[in-house]
């Protein structure tokens, strides 16, 4: 089996230390993030091979976030090293009614400024039979849309399973430009990620009416938009996230798998949460994982969830576990008891 590659901007995250607010901070805990960086480290820390794809400045603070891939086993041999700035967001965690703030520094960096030339796919692809991205990549710039295509055509002549997050960012782009680059590029696709929601801002697609109320209201709603997904752009499978938000530290969590044109649903999962940034990527690589061990579809959108539940656990962007705890989530009763 070959690698799966990711391809998008890794940046440097500053937040306060546990659930400090901004104007308290005196001192700025650091880590390394991204969207498709995370896939990636999940991906790694289920023992798939992995690469990340990208720019990084010259100089420490590149080396720095080179070292931190390398530190849990994810391939950086295409990262290309530039002068200038890496991006930096800044992260204020939510507590019960306070919600979590964000605020991005990343305009010129090394990776927003890349071009064409500097991304030789048919050498990047030579190992790998999996291309995964997200919408926040094209969104970066001008040139990036275009470097997204090629990655693209370039997978799907290598016959790769490509799988993309649409992950809109309103501070990068509008909806309207949105929805122009990336219903270029969904024809490629082959996974998709998302939430009902999501698809409604990036795609213009929305649930039918159903008269119905409820949990069967809302599953009837993403059935809906995963069909209307299908037919449109010729998809594999759709895989939806659904969070039920019930302050910044109680979250509701699951997620439906549409593939073959039936409707996989997870348990649904009560979290209390410690770091939610990275949930929407562990589900990704938790399910990419899956997919490619073999696992049916109930099996795979449950492993998916489970993996997306811990992430939600642990400080950082990471999600740092293991198959066996996955797994012991999946399929036991997330009591949260200390195992001996």
């Known amino acids: 089996m070959g690698k799966v590659v990711a391809f998008g901007e890794i940046m440097m995250r500053l937040n306060p230390a546990g659930y400090g607010r901004f104007v308290q901070a005196r001192e700025f805990e650091v880590s390394f993030a991204g969207s498709e960086a995370n896939v990636a480290v999940c991906l ?18 590149g080396q720095m976030a080179l070292n931190d891939l390398r530190r849990v086993g994810v391939d950086v041999s295409h990262v290309g090293r530039a002068p200038g700035r890496i991006g930096v967001f800044f992260l204020e965690k939510g507590a019960s009614q306070r919600a979590s703030k964000v605020i991005y520094d990343r305009v010129n960096s090394v990776a927003a400024n890349a071009k064409p030339e500097d991304f030789d796919w048919d050498a990047i692809f030579s190992d790998a039979d999996w291309f995964h991205f997200t919408g926040i990549t094209p969104a970066l710039s001008p040139e990036m849309p275009r470097i997204c295509m090629e990655a693209c055509r370039a997978a799907k002549r290598r016959g790769l399973t490509v799988s993309c997050d649409p992950n809109f960012r309103e501070s990068l782009w509008t909806r309207e430009r949105a929805r122009q680059v ?20 990036v795609l213009g697609i929305f649930p039918e009416e159903t008269g119905l109320s409820g949990e069967e209201a809302e599953a009837q709603r993403q059935i809906s938009v995963a069909r209307q997904l299908t ?9 939806f996230t659904n969070r039920k938000s019930f302050s910044a530290t109680e979250n509701g969590w699951s997620g439906m798998l549409y593939s073959g044109g039936e409707a996989y649903f997870s348990r649904k999962y009560r979290i209390t949460i410690v770091d939610r940034v990275g949930g929407g990527d562990s589900f990704a690589g938790g399910l990419i994982y899956s997919l490619r061990r073999g696992d049916g579809e109930q099996d795979a959108i449950d492993f998916a969830v489970a993996a997306s539940c811990l992430k939600h656990t642990i400080e950082q962007d990471y999600d740092l576990v293991s198959v066996e705890e996955v797994e012991a989530l999946a399929h036991g009763s997330g009591d949260g008891r200390i195992r001996r």
């Open 44 to 61: 790694a820390g289920l023992g798939e091979k992995a690469a990340f794809v990208s720019k990084l400045p010259t100089g420490e603070i």
């Open 231 to 239: 037919r449109r752009y010729g998809l594999q499978k759709v895989a």
């Open 182 to 201: 990336m219903a270029e590029l969904m024809p490629y696709v082959d996974v998709f990620f998302s939430n009902v929601d999501q698809v409604g801002d």
